[in-house]
């Protein structure tokens, strides 16, 4: 059974940084795309940031310049370093991965738990 299972998630005054990590486990054949989305209380979910098999990357414009998306296909982990963090950047942060598994044939989405970033002083 494939799991996402992220960590890295805290507390942090505005203007410092956290490292977001989600790991995929299971009998996993091969993975597209992994992204970062996150959801505010009362506010829709929104992707934050997406990374392809071959390394293309897309951020919101909210966190261009200050989110950096990562992988490492060894390990089938994604990244999110977040530099510069904001009161608005506040949110559960939730790992989605494309995958094919043992488990089907063709590409299915799978997301993570999430992990709670508060930004305050």
């Known amino acids: 059974q494939v799991q996402l299972v992220e960590s890295g998630g805290g507390l942090v005054q505005p203007g410092g940084s956290l490292r977001l990590s989600c790991a995929a486990s299971?009998?996993?054949?091969?993975?597209?795309?992994m992204a970062w989305y996150r959801q505010a209380p009362g506010k829709q979910r929104e992707l934050v940031a997406r990374?392809?098999?071959?390394?293309?990357?897309n951020y919101a414009d909210s966190v261009k310049g200050r989110f950096t998306i990562s992988r490492d296909y060894g390990k089938n982990t994604v990244y999110l370093q977040m530099n510069s963090l904001k009161p608005e950047d506040t949110a559960v942060y939730l790992c989605?991965?494309?995958?094919?598994?043992?488990?089907?044939?063709?590409?299915?989405?799978?997301w993570g738990q999430g992990t709670q970033v508060t930004v305050s002083s």
């Open positions: 299971g009998s996993i054949f091969s993975i597209n795309a």
């Open positions: 990374i392809t098999s071959s390394s293309n990357t």
């Open positions: 989605y991965a494309v995958l094919k598994s043992a488990s089907y044939s063709y590409y299915r989405t799978y």
